[in-house]
């Protein structure tokens, strides 16, 4: 009954890119990626809601991730291209009980009900 499952993660150069992958079980809903360094707060990344009809993304990543969801998989992804050192961080995707819609902002890890146990990026030379 594991609800979110993250995969993807991985070592990469700064430049470099990875997609990341969240499998879903429990609906049609909106996803939020969050991440969090050592020593760090989790913070927000991006949203996507149910059927894609809006994205939310951090000003940090703008320009540089993308969302987007296969529904007949069950899956978002979270594509990440000219990574940085900055970027390195364990990566959540989590959702909040029946809400289709993104947050402003994409919401605060206090508003998700549902998380994944992570995946690692590293970006480093």
């Known amino acids: 009954q594991l609800q979110l499952v993250e995969s993807g993660g991985g070592y990469v150069q700064p430049g470099g890119s990875l997609r990341l992958s969240c499998a879903f079980s429990?609906?049609?809903?909106?996803i939020g990626w969050f991440r969090q360094a050592p020593g760090k707060e989790r913070e927000g990344v991006s949203c996507?809601?149910?059927?894609?009809?809006?994205?939310v993304y951090a000003d940090s990543v703008k320009g540089r991730f993308t969302i987007s969801r296969d529904d007949s998989r069950n899956t978002v992804y979270l594509q990440m291209n000219s990574l940085k050192p900055e970027d390195t961080a364990v990566y959540y995707c989590?959702?909040?009980?029946?809400?289709?819609?993104?947050?402003?902002?994409?919401?605060?890890?206090?508003?998700?009900?549902?998380w994944g146990r992570g995946t690692q990026v590293t970006v480093s030379s």
């Open positions: 996507i809601s149910s059927k894609a009809f809006s994205t």
């Open positions: 429990l609906g049609d809903y909106a």
């Open positions: 989590a959702e909040e009980k029946y809400r289709t819609d993104c947050r402003e902002g994409g919401g605060t890890q206090a508003d998700y009900d549902y």
